[in-house]
T-cell receptor, first 113, second 113 residues
Framework: AQSVTQLGSHVSVSEGALVLLRCNYS??????LFWYVQYPNQGLQLLLK??????LVKGINGFEAEFKKSETSFHLTKPSAHMSDAAEYFC???????????FGTGTQLKVEL | DVKVTQSSRYLVKRTGEKVFLECVQD?????MFWYRQDPGLGLRLIYF???????EKGDIPEGYSVSREKKERFSLILESASTNQTSMYLC????????????FGSGTQLSVL
C-alpha cells in the first residue's frame, strides 16, 4: 500500500534560514506526490505536486520539492524562511488505485525572529 | 476562486445526538471528500463521492454516513455522536478524477460532550 511518512512533527527555523521538511514515501508504482499547507484556522491548500514530469517541482510562495526515487523522498524546501511561512505542512500521496489522497501526519513549522 | 463552504466553524453536541455536517462547493466539482483531522494523526479519509447519490468508504467510515443528493452538497452524518468523534472535520472537492488538486473548506471543529 502506498503511504507517506513525515519526519519531525515540529520544525523550528530562524527567519531567513533554510526550510527543510522531510517526506518519505512507500509505493510499488511511481507515485503522485503532493505538499499541502494549512495556515491557522484555515483549510489546506495545495503548495505543489509531482506527477512524474520534472523531478524538481516548484510551488507557490517560493517552495520547491525534489522527487528522489533512490531515496524514496520528496522533501520540501525553501531557501529563506519568512514569518508568514509558519503553518502546518502535509505531504500526501494518491492511493487506492487513484481514488484517494492519503496524507502524512503533518509537520508544524515555526519561524522565529 | 473555488469556494468550499462548511456550515459551522464550531459545533458542540451531546453524546448520542444525531449530527449533520454540511459542505457546499460552488465550482461544479464531481468529487467531494470528508476528512477528520486529529493532532499527530494528520488527515484521515472518512467517505468520498464521485457523483450524485454515489458514495465510497474511506479509511475510517465507522460511525459515519454521508449523503449527496445534489452535486454541490455533501453531508456527513454522525448517527449517534460519541466523545471519540470530537475532532476537526474538513470537507474538500476536486474537479480532477485523479485528484490533481483538492480544494478544502476551513473546517468544522466538533466537540462531543
Amino acid at each position: 500500500a502506498q503511504s507517506v511518512t513525515q519526519l519531525g512533527s515540529h520544525v523550528s527555523v530562524s527567519e531567513g534560514a533554510l526550510v527543510l521538511l522531510r517526506c518519505n514515501y512507500s509505493s510499488s508504482v511511481p507515485p503522485y506526490l503532493f505538499w499541502y499547507v494549512q495556515y491557522p484556522n484555515q483549510g489546506l491548500q495545495l503548495l505543489l505536486k509531482y506527477t512524474s514530469a520534472a523531478t524538481l517541482v516548484k510551488g507557490i510562495n517560493g517552495f520547491e520539492a525534489e522527487f528522489k526515487k533512490s531515496e524514496t523522498s520528496f522533501h520540501l524546501t525553501k531557501p529563506s524562511a519568512h514569518m508568514s511561512d509558519a503553518a502546518e505542512y502535509f505531504c500526501a500521496v494518491i492511493t487506492g488505485g487513484g481514488n484517494k489522497l492519503t496524507f502524512g501526519t503533518g509537520t508544524q513549522l515555526k519561524v522565529e525572529l | 476562486d473555488v469556494k468550499v463552504t462548511q456550515s459551522s466553524r464550531y459545533l458542540v453536541k451531546r453524546t448520542g445526538e444525531k449530527v449533520f455536517l454540511e459542505c457546499v462547493q460552488d465550482m461544479d466539482h464531481e468529487n467531494m471528500f470528508w476528512y477528520r483531522q486529529d493532532p499527530g494523526l494528520g488527515l484521515r479519509l472518512i467517505y468520498f463521492s464521485y457523483d450524485v447519490k454515489m458514495k465510497e468508504k474511506g479509511d475510517i467510515p465507522e460511525g459515519y454516513s454521508v449523503s449527496r443528493e445534489k452535486k454541490e452538497r455533501f453531508s456527513l452524518i454522525l448517527e449517534s455522536a460519541s466523545t471519540n468523534q470530537t475532532s476537526m472535520y474538513l470537507c474538500a472537492s476536486s474537479q480532477d478524477r485523479h485528484l490533481g488538486k483538492l480544494f478544502f473548506g476551513s473546517g468544522t471543529q466538533l466537540s462531543v460532550l
